[in-house]
T-cell receptor, first 114, second 113 residues
Framework: DTAVSQTPKYLVTQMGNDKSIKCEQNLGHDTMYWYKQDSKKFLKIMFSYNNKELIINETVPNRFSPKSPDKAHLNLHINSLELGDSAVYFC?????????????FGSGTQLSVL | GDSVTQMEGPVTLSEEAFLTINCTYTATGYPSLFWYVQYPGEGLQLLLKATKADDKGSNKGFEATYRKETTSFHLEKGSVQVSDSAVYFCALSDGGATNKLIFGTGTLLAVQP
């Protein structure tokens, strides 16, 4: 069983559309994250949730809204998609929200906005 | 703010060659340092870490030493294999309470038989 799974793996859509990326972890972890990898390969944190509570919210446009229905799921909804949103989005989880805790990553969702 | 700089790839080596991937960091506090690896089609996995100066992290034949004086955490392996072909990410933990990782851009390693 995949520990951290994301769907879809590839997402191609038009500008202005609304889309969601789903993430689920079966590791029993308390904390989940969304990272974005841009065209220059920089990997930056977007959000982090601990037990369904938002604890990290970097300077991300309001069009991005994470939703955590339970601690095993952290979905990412994006409104009014723009060309600059094209990137690879990685979900991750860790046992707790403490420094040096090992992160477990999903295999990524490649989003292409046309 | 804190940042990580890695050497640009791709790095192409023959099997059994010696590997070095350079990583330097900028941080205001006392970060912990990590190497993550991403094999084709998979998510990132923790390869090794070091939490204080002069610590050496090691795993699967890979090593990296936390050098505070040079703000570096270079990844080394004495003899690479084809199966080591992957993208390697250097990262630091900013020392806050939220386990936030700051990553470098990743270095693609291609090992040829």
């Amino acid at each position: 069983d995949t520990a951290v799974s994301q769907t879809p793996k590839y997402l191609v859509t038009q500008m202005g559309n609304d889309k969601s990326i789903k993430c689920e972890q079966n590791l029993g972890h308390d904390t989940m994250y969304w990272y974005k990898q841009d065209s220059k390969k920089f990997l930056k944190i977007m959000f982090s949730y601990n037990n369904k509570e938002l604890i990290i919210n970097e300077t991300v446009p309001n069009r991005f809204s994470p939703k955590s229905p339970d601690k095993a799921h952290l979905n990412l909804h994006i409104n009014s998609l723009e060309l600059g949103d094209s990137a690879v989005y990685f979900c991750a989880s860790s046992q707790e929200t403490v420094r040096n805790e090992k992160l477990f990553f999903g295999s990524g969702t490649q989003l292409s906005v046309l | 703010g804190d940042s990580v700089t890695q050497m640009e790839g791709p790095v192409t080596l023959s099997e059994e060659a010696f590997l070095t991937i350079n990583c330097t960091y900028t941080a205001t506090g006392y970060p912990s340092l990590f190497w993550y690896v991403q094999y084709p089609g998979e998510g990132l996995q923790l390869l090794l870490k070091a939490t204080k100066a002069d610590d050496k992290g090691s795993n699967k034949g890979f090593e990296a030493t936390y050098r505070k004086e040079t703000t570096s955490f270079h990844l080394e392996k004495g003899s690479v294999q084809v199966s080591d072909s992957a993208v390697y990410f250097c990262a630091l933990s900013d020392g806050g309470a939220t386990n936030k990782l700051i990553f470098g851009t990743g270095t693609l390693l291609a090992v040829q038989p």
